[in-house]
């Protein structure tokens, strides 16, 4: 199993540029997230969906977009860049279970994402 | 909303020794689940370890346990006999349902 794949790992993006963010899981996880990590500031949630065409707003959703097609894959579009959303970017997938919340977050590897 | 905090920035500890992590957290809720996930330098998140609110035992998992204090909402980490592998960042975490709010965090050093 590879798990939850992030791509890519680096990305240098000039203000107002648009890119997408890649991610993937092969564990057929109903939950799908993604988090943006900064220093001192920790994880914060961005989206996530809990299943193909069910999406739902995190802690900072602002200048980002999400759709889910499929039950493997979650990307996370960015429509304008900007400095601010300089940051690593972490999916993370679990299965919904019986108790929600209970089940550890499988994380990708995480995207290094500059803005300039 | 609930919140988590960290409130120790970085700690030291001596290979061998003990060292126990702080965490609290705010929510109004009585069912929920609490997490402690390391992160090295290589950036992978990694669970250490997990808490059911409704559970009063701590749980434990070998060199790794906890102290949970659900009226004072507090979930410390402590980590005996450290290793210099134990050394990395370190987050407390609160889940409820769909959502989880994550500490910033404390970075563990290990001297040798």
């Known amino acids: 199993n590879a798990g939850v794949t992030q791509t890519p790992k680096f990305q240098v993006l000039k203000t107002g540029q648009s890119m997408t963010l890649q991610c993937a899981q092969d564990?057929?996880?109903?939950?799908m997230s993604w988090y943006r990590q900064d220093p001192g500031m920790g994880l914060r949630l961005i989206h996530y969906s809990v299943g193909a065409g069910i999406t739902d707003q995190g802690e900072v959703p602002n200048g980002y977009n999400v759709s889910r097609s499929t039950t493997e894959d979650f990307p996370l579009r960015l429509l304008s860049a900007a400095p601010s959303q300089t940051s690593v970017y972490f999916c993370?997938?679990?299965?919904?279970?019986?108790?929600?919340?209970?089940?550890?977050?499988?994380f990708g590897s995480g995207t290094q994402l500059s803005v300039l | 909303a609930q919140t988590v905090t960290q409130s120790q920035p970085e700690m030291s500890v001596q290979e061998a020794e003990t060292v126990t992590l702080s965490c609290t957290y705010d929510?109004?809720?009585?069912?929920?689940?609490l997490f402690w996930y390391k992160q090295p330098p290589s950036r992978q998140m990694i669970l250490v370890i997990r808490?059911?609110?409704?559970?009063?035992q701590n749980a434990t998992e070998n060199r790794f346990s906890v102290n949970f204090q659900k009226a004072a909402k507090s979930f410390s980490l402590k980590i005996s006999d450290s290793q210099l592998g134990d050394a990395a960042m370190y987050f407390c975490?609160?889940?409820?349902?769909?959502?989880?709010?994550f500490g910033t965090g404390t970075r563990l050093k290990v001297l040798a």
């Open positions: 808490q059911e609110a409704y559970k009063q």
């Open positions: 564990m057929n996880h109903e939950y």
């Open positions: 929510t109004s809720e009585s069912d929920y689940y």
């Open positions: 993370a997938s679990r299965p919904l279970g019986a108790a929600q919340g209970r089940e550890k977050l499988f």
């Open positions: 975490a609160y889940a409820k349902t769909y959502k989880y709010i």
